[in-house]
């Protein structure tokens, strides 16, 4: 039997993005009976994609921050510490999008290949 997953506690990410940045809370739903059949809408394409693009947009937002960050670093307006901060946080997002999206297209091609 596969056991749920924990739920991350808002205190940790907090503390993990710093002060003044809001932690995203996701809204907590019970899961369906493997048994019960699987319900397939015109949205769910639409619904996948676009937050999909919300993530990519995330992910560029905070490139953007980290660049703001390293030019005022530069000028002698920001802490090293808050620019290595950045960066980090810049880095983890890139690869997990990578990451995420090489899985999707791994996926896909299996996908594709199965015979019928």
Do not use: H
Not at 30 to 51: C, E, G, R
């Amino acid at each position: 039997m596969v056991s749920p997953i924990s739920r991350i506690d808002p205190k940790l990410i907090a503390q993990i993005l710093g002060p003044g940045e809001e932690v995203p809370v996701a809204e907590t739903t019970q899961q369906a009976p493997a048994t019960a059949p699987l319900s397939t809408s015109s949205n769910t394409f639409d619904a996948i994609f676009n937050k999909a693009v919300d993530s990519l947009e995330g992910v560029s937002k905070l490139e953007q921050n980290s660049d703001v960050l390293m030019n005022q670093y530069m000028q002698g307006n920001a802490e090293l510490s808050d620019v290595m901060i950045a960066t980090a946080k810049m880095n983890l997002a890139v690869q997990l999008a990578v990451t995420t999206l090489t899985s999707a297209v791994n996926t896909f091609k299996e996908i594709t290949q199965m015979q019928i």
